[in-house]
């Protein structure tokens, strides 16, 4: 089966392959993630993108060991710079988290003990994943407040959560994701609480922190505007799947799932007019009910005979790979596109 593989020349930081994702309930057992698989590089950005319910956090906080009890990983493995860690114990795990992984999520209120100072959460991560005086760490965390553009840091470093603005909020929870060096950091949705200048400048931190340290970034967020300014690639997830993944360029210019060209269709453009918007009829199906064969071809246009019986897995499609038995190559998928849109 075709993957995710980075477009950039290193050697993938970060494997996904056919991860899933389980809820076990007492009516039954939800697969909330269902065989996603990608890379992503030293120094790359991957963007994750999709619907409320697709999957896209879910996928995030199994990488990085934080699944919400029952969620579980039920199949597939994560590994990282070749070691493999979904298996990990909780302890060995915590400890690639706060040293190789970072985690910056979209509220940074949940991240920060409101009770302690910025400056003591920081000194207390970095003495714990790193062998460090206080001394030494009390200036490696003034210099990660400056890093992540804190004016007047010394200042401060003494200063409460509640003390700061939300955005600049989020820049210590950047700093605190940044302790040990990470070399990957998973965000999730880190820009949807702030405001669109504040938004900016937290990209242009995310991009210069990618460019100067080649840390790898997963972000997962719903604004495609967020993914064409900072991800040199985008994984599109519907329903628990990767729908389409190619660089980013190519998925919103070019897109090749349905799923997908309703997407880049829903967005205004300035220098288009336009008197409607695509829209994408009714809505993401519930875990329970996950339609057999393609998981959109309730919504779907172009579907045909095979899309409601067989689930098609990522497959080459011009720059991209995208699940849609559109591109399957031996013309099957197209033959049959679009007999039963009407019915």
Same mark, same amino acid.
């Given at each position: 089966?075709?993957?995710?593989?980075?477009?950039?020349?290193?050697?993938?930081?970060?494997?996904?392959?056919?991860?899933?994702?389980?809820?076990?309930?007492?009516?039954?057992?939800? !697969?909330?993630?269902?065989?996603?698989?990608?890379?992503?590089? +030293?120094?790359?950005? *991957?963007?994750? @993108? #999709?619907?409320? =319910? &697709?999957?896209?956090?879910?996928?995030?906080?199994?990488?990085?060991?934080?699944?919400?009890?029952?969620?579980?990983?039920?199949?597939?493995?994560?590994?990282?710079?070749?070691?493999?860690?979904?298996?990990?114990?909780?302890?060995?795990?915590?400890?690639?988290?706060?040293?190789?992984?970072?985690?910056?999520?979209?509220?940074?209120?949940?991240?920060?003990?409101?009770?302690?100072?910025?400056?003591?959460?920081?000194?207390?991560?970095?003495?714990?994943? !790193?062998?460090?005086?206080?001394?030494?760490?009390?200036?490696? +965390?003034?210099?990660? *407040?400056?890093? @992540? #553009?804190?004016? =007047? &840091?010394?200042?401060?470093?003494?200063?409460?959560?509640?003390?700061?603005?939300?955005?600049?909020?989020?820049?210590?929870?950047?700093?605190?994701?940044?302790?040990?060096?990470?070399?990957?950091?998973?965000?999730?949705?880190?820009?949807?609480?702030?405001?669109?200048?504040?938004?900016?400048?937290?990209?242009?931190?995310?991009?210069?922190?990618?460019?100067?340290?080649?840390?790898?970034?997963?972000?997962?967020?719903?604004?495609?505007?967020?993914?064409?300014?900072?991800?040199?690639?985008?994984?599109?997830?519907?329903?628990?799947?990767?729908?389409?993944?190619?660089?980013?360029?190519?998925?919103?210019?070019?897109?090749?799932?349905?799923?997908?060209?309703?997407?880049?269709?829903?967005?205004?453009?300035?220098?288009?007019?336009?008197?409607?918007?695509?829209?994408?009829?009714?809505?993401?199906?519930?875990?329970?009910?996950?339609?057999?064969?393609?998981?959109?071809?309730?919504?779907?246009?172009?579907?045909?005979?095979?899309?409601?019986?067989?689930?098609?897995?990522?497959?080459?499609?011009?720059?991209?790979?995208?699940?849609?038995?559109?591109?399957?190559?031996?013309?099957?998928?197209?033959?049959?596109?679009?007999?039963?849109?009407?019915?």
């Amino acid at each position: 089966m075709a993957t995710g593989r980075s477009v950039s020349n290193n050697a993938p930081l970060l494997e996904v392959r056919h991860l899933r994702v389980e809820f076990p309930t007492r009516r039954g057992t939800l !697969l909330a993630v269902d065989d996603v698989s990608f890379e992503i590089a +030293a120094g790359e950005v *991957l963007g994750v @993108v #999709g619907e409320s =319910g &697709a999957g896209k956090s879910l996928t995030g906080n199994a990488i990085i060991g934080l699944l919400e009890p029952p969620g579980r990983v039920a199949g597939g493995e994560i590994r990282l710079e070749g070691r493999r860690i979904d298996t990990l114990p909780y302890e060995e795990m915590r400890k690639v988290r706060g040293a190789m992984m970072g985690a910056i999520f979209q509220d940074p209120l949940t991240c920060l003990n409101p009770l302690y100072s910025i400056g003591r959460q920081l000194v207390e991560t970095i003495q714990t994943h !790193l062998p460090l005086p206080a001394g030494q760490a009390r200036k490696r +965390a003034i210099d990660l *407040l400056k890093e @992540v #553009g804190i004016p =007047g &840091a010394e200042q401060r470093f003494d200063h409460y959560p509640h003390q700061f603005s939300g955005g600049m909020r989020q820049r210590v929870v950047i700093a605190l994701a940044l302790c040990a060096g990470p070399k990957l950091i998973v965000a999730d949705e880190p820009t949807t609480a702030l405001d669109v200048s504040i938004q900016a400048q937290v990209i242009a931190l995310l991009k210069r922190l990618c460019r100067e340290h080649g840390t790898a970034v997963m972000l997962v967020t719903h604004d495609m505007g967020v993914i064409a300014e900072t991800a040199d690639r985008v994984a599109v997830m519907y329903a628990g799947r990767v729908a389409e993944i190619g660089p980013v360029r190519e998925v919103i210019k070019q897109a090749k799932h349905p799923y997908t060209k309703g997407l880049m269709g829903s967005i205004p453009s300035l220098g288009h007019r336009a008197d409607r918007l695509t829209q994408i009829d009714g809505a993401m199906p519930r875990l329970t009910e996950i339609p057999k064969g393609c998981a959109f071809n309730p919504r779907c246009g172009q579907r045909g005979l095979r899309c409601l019986v067989e689930r098609p897995n990522l497959m080459t499609a011009g720059g991209s790979l995208a699940a849609c038995w559109l591109h399957d190559r031996q013309g099957v998928g197209g033959a049959v596109a679009g007999e039963l849109a009407d019915a």
